[in-house]
Each structure stands twice: as C-alpha cells, then as structure tokens.
C-alpha cells in the first residue's frame, strides 16, 4: 500500500495540474476531479488517460497563446 501512496504522491506532485485546473473552474475540489479520472481510465480502459493527455495539451497550447498583456501604466 506504501508504494501506491508514493506513486500517487508522485503524480499529485510532478503532474500538469490539469485537474486543479479544471477543480478550480468548477468550483469543486481537485480530489474529485481526480478521482473521476482514475475511474474513467479503468472503466474505459485508457480512455481517460488518453483525456487528461489531450487536456494538458490544449492547456498547454492554450497557455502559450494566452498571454497576459501589460498595462499602459506598467510602461
């Protein structure tokens, strides 16, 4: 049980923090988000992974495009 724990930890740590993301715009928590994609992983068989890859995808491309503009009086 030990090594699921510091897998999980692992993961939770050095991941994209898609889920956080997504938690915090839905207002839910990210344990939640989380465990909704472990459950639609094993129920799909890889769906979900295949999901949260594309997603931190988008999240990446929509990061690099996204940049916050200056303001006039930062000048």
Known sequence: ???FYN????????????CQRIA?????????VRTTFMYLT???????????LFIV????IKDLLHTKRSSVFDL
């Not at 915090?24 to 939640?32: F, M, N, Q, S």
């Not at 995808?57 to 990446?60: A, C, E, G, N, S």
């Open 7 to 18: 897998t999980l930890f692992y993961f939770q740590k050095h991941g994209y923090y898609v």
């Open 24 to 32: 915090e715009r839905l207002g839910i928590r990210a344990k939640v």
């Open 42 to 52: 094993f129920v799909t068989l890889g769906f979900g992974f295949a999901l949260y």
């Open 57 to 60: 995808f988008v999240m990446r």
């Open 1 to 3: 049980m030990n090594i």
